[in-house]
């Protein structure tokens, strides 16, 4: 399903009724029955080698023809039934703008984010994949937070999408108290959410460590995000063992391997206190599947809630399709293929 939805721009409203094209086989058997039972073709009284060419050939072309229009018939049916649509439109409608989802990253900058197991490092492949995220959902209004030692918003929630990833291509935590004060970012973020009449809120927050700084416990911010119903997804980002660090030497760039500790348990409890999910990434490609998953997640809240399933139409194209192959079915079906002396 999911391969479908990338290639094709489509979600669907009704995914189950995919299940009946089970049934294609024995559709394509009971049609090939019935052919065999029925007349295809021009009788006439009087046979002549051209009307035998005409009855034979011709008609012979158009069978085949008909034959695989309703298969197609039987597969568009079922597409209709599972009620495709894009996301790129129905941002734009009011049902959806109605009901809204506020998003805030919130990044780790500290040192150990240069670590080089993702590539090139941990903190430009979060980057890139927020980036990506922030391109695929441009009606949702998304903020950014970063922390280190300490945290500070770098961008508020906003729709102004090209003002974030300007402010996100610059952040870093060269010039921030050193350390990973996890609580303190998530709990800035929470502040920013908190009040909003929002009905959708998430946060995304994205470290390589354990808290070791601020007055404020992972724990205690989760519990704030739970009581402003925030969605909180943790990931931890970095490999399982060591990992390459730069380090500058007066003989030039070098790298040494320090461990890695991501507090896991911690993250875990934080997304499931909130009734999120935790993810692990340990490269660049997981991390942007990670992200991808959490798309799909936020995506899917919105498509079960009644009021946007009915101001979900199904796409014009497809209906004219049904109707005209169903009009051109009838025609040869009932006119075409009679008997006539």
Not at 254 to 281: C, N
Not at 289 to 309: C, G, L, W
Request: glycine share 6%; aromatic share 10%; with cysteine.
């Amino acid at each position: 399903m999911n391969w479908l939805i990338q290639n094709t721009g489509y979600d669907f409203l009704e995914p189950n009724w995919f299940y009946l094209l089970l049934l294609l086989p024995l559709f394509i058997i009971a049609l090939v029955l019935l052919e065999r039972r029925q007349f295809h073709g021009v009788a006439f009284i009087q046979t002549e080698s051209s009307q035998e060419l005409i009855q034979s050939s011709f008609t012979q072309y158009l069978r085949h023809f008909l034959f695989v229009l309703k298969i197609v018939f039987f597969v568009l049916v079922i597409l209709t039934l599972a009620h495709p649509f894009s996301w790129e439109n129905q941002r734009q409608s009011d049902a959806i703008n109605a009901t809204g989802i506020d998003i805030l990253f919130v990044l780790d900058v500290s040192e150990s984010m240069q670590a080089m197991d993702l590539k090139p490092n941990r903190l430009n492949s979060a980057k890139k994949v927020i980036e990506q995220f922030v391109n695929n959902r441009k009606h949702d209004r998304i903020g950014l937070v970063a922390y280190a030692g300490e945290a500070y918003s770098v961008c508020p929630k906003t729709t102004d999408h090209g003002l974030l990833l300007e402010q996100l291509s610059r952040v870093n935590g060269e010039e921030m108290v050193p350390g990973t004060a996890i609580g303190i970012g998530l709990g800035t973020a929470v502040a920013q959410l908190k009040g909003d009449s929002t009905e959708s809120k998430a946060i995304i927050l994205l470290t390589d460590g354990t808290n070791n700084r601020g007055d404020i416990a992972p724990l205690e911010a989760a519990a704030l995000a739970k009581g402003e119903n925030i969605r909180v997804y943790c990931i931890g980002v970095g490999t399982n063992g060591f990992a390459a660090m730069p380090d500058s030497s007066p003989f030039g760039m070098g790298y040494f391997y320090a461990p890695v500790e991501i507090d896991e348990e911690v993250l875990q409890e934080i997304s499931g206190l909130t009734g999120a999910k935790y993810f692990r990434a340990t490269n660049s490609s997981s991390l942007a599947k990670v992200i991808s998953e959490i798309d799909q997640i936020e995506k899917k809240r919105i498509k079960i809630q009644p009021d946007i399933q009915a101001s979900i139409a199904i796409p014009e194209f497809l209906l004219f399709s049904i109707l005209f192959l169903s009009t051109l079915l009838f025609s040869i079906d009932f006119f075409l293929f009679k008997g006539h002396e």
